[in-house]
């Protein structure tokens, strides 16, 4: 009779999930484990966003941004309500976005 193992994961800790320290370490175990690394941008895609934002302020068109913020991507949609070149931020309906975190631009 051929047994094969079938790994279990995080399954086989659950029963230890009873103790209190346990269960927050877990909870900060999966949270670290779904985090990314923040996505370097080429030139061309920086230029594409330059280009969507200009797009967006000239025509009044609403944007749809993804930004990286604490180690997972954020989706935000809006309209471009302001750019402060000397702060390096973006602002979608008044929420502020550094320039930094920005991954994609999108005009709707």
């Not at 994961?9 to 990314?36: C, I, N, S």
């Not at 913020?69 to 008044?94: P, V, W, Y």
């Amino acid at each position: 009779m051929s047994e094969t193992y079938h790994d279990r994961g995080m399954l086989k800790w659950l029963p230890f999930e009873a103790l209190e320290a346990q269960a927050e370490y877990h909870a900060d175990l999966h949270t670290r484990m779904a985090e990314e690394d923040r996505p370097r941008l080429s030139e061309d895609q920086c230029a594409a966003m330059q280009y969507a934002v200009e797009e967006a302020w000239m025509k009044k068109r609403p944007l749809r941004v993804l930004h990286f913020e604490n180690g997972r991507r954020r989706k935000i949609a809006g309209h471009l309500s302001g750019i402060d070149r000397e702060q390096r931020l973006l602002f979608i309906d008044d929420a502020p976005l550094a320039f930094c975190d920005l991954v994609d631009i999108r005009v709707l």
